[in-house]
């Protein structure tokens, strides 16, 4: 019995170049799940830690400080696309909203701005131990950073003011 017959056929069942074919389609396939998934099956046995990260919506109008006294976000879940994530808000703080100003002699000084507030909102998320980049709801969270705060109601685009883990 020959391994490769007169019309090119591998044992009599499949041509060489099909074959090859098959191999590759395979292995680009098996590519691209490994690209997909390894994130999620890492994310998944890595040992989690919980992170809080505090986030400052500076300057609030007053329509939007009434919706959140109306509607609280405490307790409410962090959205990220169509799906729910495991990022929870669980602390909302209305503060008041200073700012810097220029007087008439040229000197700067802090004011407070009556009409508008500064919303804190604290975020809490379970994140793989010792991340280079921990991320909630698809978004790398570092002090400084903007970050979408969007909830099933609610969106918003504060600024990062702190992260911590424990």
């Known amino acids: 019995m020959k391994i490769i017959d007169e019309k090119g056929r591998l044992f009599r069942l499949i041509n060489v170049v099909d074959l090859l074919v098959l191999f590759a389609v395979i292995v680009i396939a098996g590519g691209i799940v490994w690209k997909l998934f390894s994130?999620?099956?890492?994310?998944?046995?890595a040992q989690q830690v919980k992170m809080t990260a505090v986030m400052r919506i500076r300057g609030a109008t007053s329509f939007l400080v009434n919706e959140v006294n109306a509607n609280p976000l405490t307790g409410k879940k962090l959205v990220a696309g169509n799906n729910y994530t495991d990022?929870?808000?669980?602390?909302?703080?209305?503060?008041?909203?200073i700012q810097q100003v220029t007087?008439?002699?040229?000197?700067?000084?802090?004011?407070?701005?009556?009409?508008?507030?500064?919303?804190?909102?604290?975020?809490?998320?379970?994140?793989?131990?010792?991340?280079?980049?921990?991320?909630v709801a698809n978004q790398e969270v570092r002090a400084g950073r903007t970050f979408t705060l969007k909830t099933q109601d609610f969106e918003s685009a504060p600024t990062i003011e702190s992260v911590r883990f424990k």
């Open 103 to 135: 007087t008439a002699d040229g000197r700067i000084i802090d004011a407070l701005d009556r009409s508008k507030k500064d919303i804190l909102v604290t975020v809490e998320a379970n994140v793989p131990k010792d991340t280079p980049a921990p991320t």
């Open 87 to 97: 990022a929870i808000i669980t602390k909302v703080e209305i503060v008041p909203y």
């Open 39 to 45: 994130p999620v099956v890492q994310d998944a046995v």
